[in-house]
């Protein structure tokens, strides 16, 4: 149960795989999107068994279109059900799955968490869009709006009583917010510096074990991110491994997960 899969992304063309042996769980990811991040670290936390098939998003397989119309990864699969997005799969299996409840039970907690993870994702279409252009101009532009929701995010950290968001230990909303932190880090640490209590926090976010099983080293994130900027994807960098088909119409799929 690698945490974050080194499988090889599957591409149109590709035979699918078998569907999942009796209650499995399964993954379709990408090896760097932040958002199946997002799911497995929710996965990892809990300690929940689950194998992963990866898939090419510029080449997306017409039988993972069949999975999700939306065509995004993260999607689960088990027994023949379907779910997708990264909140609502994450709070599926939070619910469904034994283990530490990631979500916090109190509703106006999580109602004050709500609303900073809505300053977070304010800032990252400006946190994108910074990292991906190398124009001055557009730079600029992106990092003003990103600015603007990071200030709103260090001011409730600054006041939080605990050391993650959901308490003492990380929850569901800090598993949602780290991806981005993590990929911001890598490229960018300039911005985290300008946050003291963004920087404290993510600090304590790296010594989290999911977050540690689930994270690439920040070379690996830029080389990903440096295809992503000159519109050539590539997807099996790092470690690769390939699956091991049992059999093309069913049963296990046999790999390293
Ligand atoms: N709202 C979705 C966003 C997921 C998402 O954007 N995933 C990207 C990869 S990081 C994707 O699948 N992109 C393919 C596409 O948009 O065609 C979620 O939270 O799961």
């Known amino acids: 149960m690698a945490a974050m899969s080194n499988l090889r ?34 996965l990892t936390a809990k300690g929940i068994e689950h194998e992963t098939v990866n898939i090419n998003l510029a080449k997306k397989p017409k039988w993972f279109l069949a999975k999700n119309p939306r065509g995004k990864v993260p999607v689960i699969e088990k027994n023949g059900e ?59 532009t992106h990092l003003i709006q990103a600015r603007k929701g990071f200030a709103k995010f260090d001011k409730i950290l600054q006041t939080n009583a605990h050391r993650y968001l959901c308490g003492n230990q990380p929850g569901m909303t800090d598993y949602m917010i780290w991806p981005h932190l993590e990929r911001i880090g890598a490229t960018r640490p300039e911005i985290l510096a300008l946050y003291p209590a963004i920087q404290v926090y993510f600090g304590r976010m790296g010594e989290d074990d999911a977050v540690k099983a689930c994270r ?27 699956y091991r088909f049992v059999s093309s119409t069913g049963g296990k799929l046999k790999s390293k997960m």
């Open 9 to 42: 992304h599957l591409k149109r063309g590709e035979v699918g795989p078998p569907p999942p042996a009796q209650d499995v769980l399964r993954v379709y990811g990408m090896k760097f999107c932040p958002y199946v991040q997002r799911l497995k670290l929710v």
């Open 82 to 140: 379907i779910l997708y997005e990264s909140d609502i799969t994450s709070e599926y299996v939070d619910e469904v799955y034994p283990g530490r409840r990631l979500r916090t039970s109190d509703p106006f907690r999580r109602a004050k968490e709500m609303i900073a993870l809505g300053d977070f994702t304010e800032s990252m279409s400006g946190i994108y869009g910074f990292i991906q252009t190398s124009n001055d101009k557009k730079q600029n």
């Open 216 to 242: 690439h080293s920040d070379e690996l994130h830029r080389q990903f991110i440096d295809g992503y900027k000159s519109r050539n994807w590539v997807y099996d960098l790092g470690t690769v491994e390939e």
